[in-house]
């Protein structure tokens, strides 16, 4: 009884400070104050999901409460008062939050102290402006996390001393070099990289910033081909995705947060990145005779040079799209380096580095253009040499080199686009028509395949996909590249069934 009373007079103080308030808050929707509560309400269940204590989970259950009342209050029509019961909703799982917290986050700020001490004696003066640049932004997220636990955003608080914690122990880590064995160093770097993936997606699906969420799926595709690496034996791969893959999660951290920097700071810091990652590779290239490798080398030194001269000119966005495409380069290079040399893999390898030379080439020719559908042709061309790449890690090089073939299927048909048009007008009915064919094929080949599980599989459902591709480009009136997407898809079904 004496709880009930409490609760009924900390909703009536919380009723008169709100009331002075209603009309600073009136954008703020009920729907925004219930989407606050459900973030932390589920942050706080996990929290206390490892057990806790039963005052705490008496809290919960309160908060949870509350949130009732205010769902019923609003379809009521009671705005103001379902506000009031989930702003006292909010406070119970702060004060929940606050308490779980505190001692993981005292134990945690400790070794983050630490690593920071520990840090500062290696890296600074070193020579290693990564490892500066890292120890750096390790001592911005600290910051950050003290503003956060000061604001009450407890979860914020512990994400970043999480990212400043990885950050520290990177930079020792490029300093000191490698310590352990390959096998164990992978290891280390697994349990690293997991805890920093669920906290950039904590922080990024907090945001609601599309292009963070796209730059963090791009860092999960990455992480795929660990795995596979890593069952090969080959760790050296497994760490370069890793080193990869952690660098992209960083990235979408700092777009969700808009701490990105001005465009020029962005641009300088880019090619710091660059020179870094050419210089340690061409030491890694010093005992290999391997003409791909200089090719590939040379045309990222090239790329190099165009980010450096953009730089000098002002033109900071084209530095960073041109340090991107010149790092995809060096990262295909240290590939190369690391692998079995007389294999189909490697084989199927150089066939996709050679695709990516292609792509990088169209790329800076079609960058200034205004064609909307040749784009969409390398659009589609790169989303398969993706593919492709994924596929390889897999372990699945006939299924890469199928999907290297369409996307140079793909290059070709849009180089005759650029240059001549298409050979003939395409008719909404006619696509109609194959589309129709397609979906014939595509029924036959499964039946004819029934219980195959691999690369006829593997073929029927790229045909899939690219089936999926070519119906949103006749949603989008691009029936040429809709036609040759339709046409791939077929030759793809015809060979799973000659399997």
């Given at each position: 009884m004496a709880n009930k009373n409490l609760i009924k007079f900390t909703i009536l103080l919380a009723t008169l400070t709100?009331?002075?308030?209603?009309?600073?808050?009136?954008?703020?929707?009920?729907?925004?104050?219930?989407?606050?509560?459900?973030?932390?309400?589920?942050f706080a269940e996990q929290l206390l999901s490892a057990?806790?204590?039963?005052?705490?989970?008496?809290?919960?259950?309160?908060?949870?409460?509350?949130?009732?009342?205010?769902?019923?209050?609003?379809?009521?029509?009671?705005?103001?008062?379902?506000?009031?019961?989930?702003?006292?909703?909010?406070?119970?799982?702060?004060?929940?939050?606050?308490?779980?917290?505190?001692?993981?986050?005292?134990?945690?700020?400790?070794?983050?102290?630490?690593?920071?001490?520990?840090?500062?004696?290696?890296?600074?003066?070193?020579?290693?402006?990564?490892?500066?640049?890292?120890?750096?932004?390790?001592?911005?997220?600290?910051?950050?996390?003290?503003?956060?636990?000061?604001?009450?955003?407890?979860?914020?608080?512990?994400?970043?001393?999480?990212?400043?914690?990885?950050?520290?122990?990177?930079?020792?880590?490029?300093?000191?070099?490698?310590?352990?064995?390959?096998?164990?160093?992978?290891?280390?770097?697994?349990?690293?990289?997991?805890?920093?993936?669920?906290?950039?997606?904590?922080?990024?699906?907090?945001?609601?910033?599309?292009?963070?969420?796209?730059?963090?799926?791009?860092?999960?595709r990455q992480g795929l081909g660990v795995k596979p690496a890593i069952n090969r034996g080959n760790?050296?791969?497994?760490?370069?995705?890793?080193?990869?893959?952690?660098?992209?999660?960083?990235?979408?951290?700092?777009?969700?947060?808009?701490?990105?920097?001005?465009?020029?700071?962005?641009?300088?810091?880019?090619?710091?990145?660059?020179?870094?990652?050419?210089?340690?590779?061409?030491?890694?290239?010093?005992?290999?005779?391997?003409?791909?490798?200089?090719?590939?080398?040379?045309?990222?030194?090239?790329?190099?040079?165009?980010?450096?001269?953009?730089?000098?000119?002002?033109?900071?966005?084209?530095?960073?799209?041109?340090?991107?495409?010149?790092?995809?380069?060096?990262m295909r290079l240290m590939r190369r380096l690391t692998r079995p040399s007389n294999d189909t893999t490697s084989r199927v390898q150089q066939e996709l580095d050679r695709l990516q030379v292609e792509l990088n080439s169209v790329r800076e020719s079609i960058q200034n253009q205004d064609n909307q559908e040749i784009q969409a042709f390398f659009s589609q061309a790169q989303y398969l040499a993706q593919k492709a790449e994924i596929a390889l890690l897999r372990g699945q090089p006939r299924s890469a080199l199928e999907l290297i073939l369409a996307a140079n299927r793909l290059l070709v048909a849009g180089e005759k686009l650029g240059t001549s048009g298409p050979e003939k007008a395409i008719e909404v009915a006619d696509i109609q028509v194959s589309l129709q064919r397609l979906d014939r094929h595509i029924d036959e080949t499964n039946q004819a395949i029934s219980g195959n599980k691999g690369p006829a599989f593997d073929m029927l459902e790229h045909a899939k996909t690219l089936r999926f591709e070519a119906n949103e480009a006749i949603q989008q009136e691009k029936f040429s590249l809709a036609d040759n997407l339709i046409q791939i898809a077929l030759d793809l079904c015809q060979k799973a069934r000659k399997m």
């Amino acid at each position: 009884m004496a709880n009930k009373n409490l609760i009924k007079f900390t909703i009536l103080l919380a009723t008169l400070t709100i009331t002075s308030l209603a009309y600073s808050q009136s954008q703020r929707s009920v729907e925004w104050y219930l989407d606050q509560f459900d973030r932390r309400y589920r942050f706080a269940e996990q929290l206390l999901s490892a057990g806790s204590s039963p005052y705490l989970s008496t809290l919960l259950q309160q908060a949870k409460q509350q949130r009732d009342k205010a769902v019923t209050a609003f379809g009521n029509g009671e705005r103001q008062l379902a506000i009031v019961h989930l702003t006292y909703a909010n406070k119970l799982v702060d004060q929940i939050i606050q308490n779980a917290l505190r001692i993981p986050l005292q134990r945690l700020r400790d070794q983050l102290n630490e690593l920071l001490q520990r840090a500062e004696r290696t890296v600074v003066g070193s020579g290693n402006m990564e490892a500066e640049r890292l120890l750096k932004e390790a001592k911005n997220q600290k910051n950050k996390a003290a503003q956060a636990w000061l604001q009450k955003r407890y979860q914020a608080s512990l994400e970043h001393s999480r990212v400043a914690k990885y950050l520290a122990q990177r930079a020792i880590d490029l300093v000191k070099g490698p310590v352990k064995n390959l096998a164990d160093r992978a290891a280390e770097e697994k349990e690293r990289y997991n805890e920093l993936l669920n906290t950039a997606r904590n922080i990024v699906n907090s945001s609601n910033n599309q292009l963070a969420k796209q730059v963090l799926d791009q860092a999960v595709r990455q992480g795929l081909g660990v795995k596979p690496a890593i069952n090969r034996g080959n760790y050296a791969l497994a760490l370069d995705l890793y080193y990869k893959s952690t660098r992209l999660l960083l990235r979408a951290i700092n777009i969700a947060e808009g701490q990105l920097g001005s465009i020029e700071e962005q641009a300088r810091e880019a090619m710091s990145r660059l020179d870094e990652l050419i210089s340690s590779t061409e030491t890694q290239m010093q005992s290999s005779n391997d003409a791909t490798s200089r090719i590939l080398m040379q045309n990222a030194k090239d790329i190099q040079n165009r980010a450096l001269n953009n730089f000098n000119t002002g033109r900071y966005q084209r530095v960073i799209q041109n340090v991107d495409l010149a790092e995809g380069i060096v990262m295909r290079l240290m590939r190369r380096l690391t692998r079995p040399s007389n294999d189909t893999t490697s084989r199927v390898q150089q066939e996709l580095d050679r695709l990516q030379v292609e792509l990088n080439s169209v790329r800076e020719s079609i960058q200034n253009q205004d064609n909307q559908e040749i784009q969409a042709f390398f659009s589609q061309a790169q989303y398969l040499a993706q593919k492709a790449e994924i596929a390889l890690l897999r372990g699945q090089p006939r299924s890469a080199l199928e999907l290297i073939l369409a996307a140079n299927r793909l290059l070709v048909a849009g180089e005759k686009l650029g240059t001549s048009g298409p050979e003939k007008a395409i008719e909404v009915a006619d696509i109609q028509v194959s589309l129709q064919r397609l979906d014939r094929h595509i029924d036959e080949t499964n039946q004819a395949i029934s219980g195959n599980k691999g690369p006829a599989f593997d073929m029927l459902e790229h045909a899939k996909t690219l089936r999926f591709e070519a119906n949103e480009a006749i949603q989008q009136e691009k029936f040429s590249l809709a036609d040759n997407l339709i046409q791939i898809a077929l030759d793809l079904c015809q060979k799973a069934r000659k399997m």
